[in-house]
């Protein structure tokens, strides 16, 4: 009878997942390659191709979408086996920036799930500046934000947010009007980006719509109320960009920080695989 390498089948599932065999060598902590030879391994061992590879992405076959479910199974009843002597469940308490995380929540929190299911998972979401206060008060422990100043400079950074001017394809903006802008409540570090760059170029501008986080102003985008500065990887579908079209100022990229205080294994791989989650929600705009 066949037997399954369970570190490699936990390999296949975060590439499947993460659609990159980097994003899954960055969750296990381990290199590229390593994760490469440990699938291919897997399907010489199984006989079938699970992963098709190209140049931009991994996405599964026929046979990966058949062997997913219960390779997910599998990992799932190994975890909770070493975890059957525990002494209760591990809870990690985590805050993210609104402009951090938008609509692909649900997504990354499923991807936490599968990758440590016998973790109690508790996420705060709101500014970077709220959040990183709280870890600061020691509430959290971990926070993950746009860095918008040099307060702390300690942070892990997980990757760097670009932002842009983003609208519907037919937003249209009458000559001579002031920009629409839809902006979060004050103080959002965003916000002042945005209308700080607005300002130097000397564009007029006028808040029509204040949201509390991404889904709200990205809300707001889509029923062509108004632009909105938000991040690119986090910008609802079928927003683009139209900074250039309407001649507006280019917007800064901002780093995206980990701060953890956290020390067990446990803990460390939860947020490897939460930051790897978020590395790989990118491109799509």
């Known amino acids: 009878m066949k037997s399954l390498d369970i570190e490699a089948v936990q390999a296949f599932v975060l590439a499947a997942d993460l659609k990159s065999f980097t994003r899954a060598a960055e969750a296990l902590d381990t290199g590229q390659s390593a994760v490469s030879l440990k699938i291919q391994r897997l399907e010489a061992g199984l006989g079938r191709r699970l992963l098709e590879r190209t140049p931009r992405q991994v996405r599964l076959s026929s046979d990966g979408a058949a062997f997913l479910g219960p390779a997910r199974a599998l990992v799932a009843a190994h975890q909770g086996a070493l975890g059957a002597f525990g002494t209760g469940q591990r809870r990690l308490v985590a805050g993210i920036s609104h402009h951090v995380v938008g609509a692909e929540l649900p997504l990354l929190l499923r991807r936490m799930h599968d990758a440590e299911p016998g973790l109690v998972l508790e996420v705060r979401v709101a500014s970077s500046r ?33 932002f842009g001017w983003m609208a519907t394809a037919d937003f249209e903006h ?66 683009v960009d139209v900074g250039a079209r309407l001649g507006l100022p280019p917007l800064p990229a901002r780093d995206v920080l980990l701060y953890s205080n956290q020390t067990d294994a446990q803990a460390r791989r939860a947020l490897r695989t939460l930051g790897a989650a978020i590395r790989s929600t990118g491109g799509s705009h």
Do not use: K, N, Y
Request: proline share 4%; hydrophobic share 50%; charged share 15%.
């Open 130 to 162: 709220e959040i990183l206060d709280a870890f600061d008060q020691g509430t959290l422990d971990a926070a993950i934000v746009l860095q918008h100043d040099s307060r702390r400079l300690d942070g892990e950074v997980i990757l760097a947010e670009s």
């Open 174 to 239: 009458a000559p001579g009007q002031p920009l629409r802008l839809a902006t979060q409540a004050q103080p959002c570090g965003v916000r002042s980006m945005a209308v700080g760059a607005l300002d130097d170029a000397g564009i007029a501008w006028r808040e029509v719509f204040v949201g509390g986080g991404v889904t709200t102003i990205g809300a707001a985008v889509c029923a062509g109320l108004a632009v909105a500065a938000l991040g690119q990887r986090v910008a609802p579908a079928g927003t």
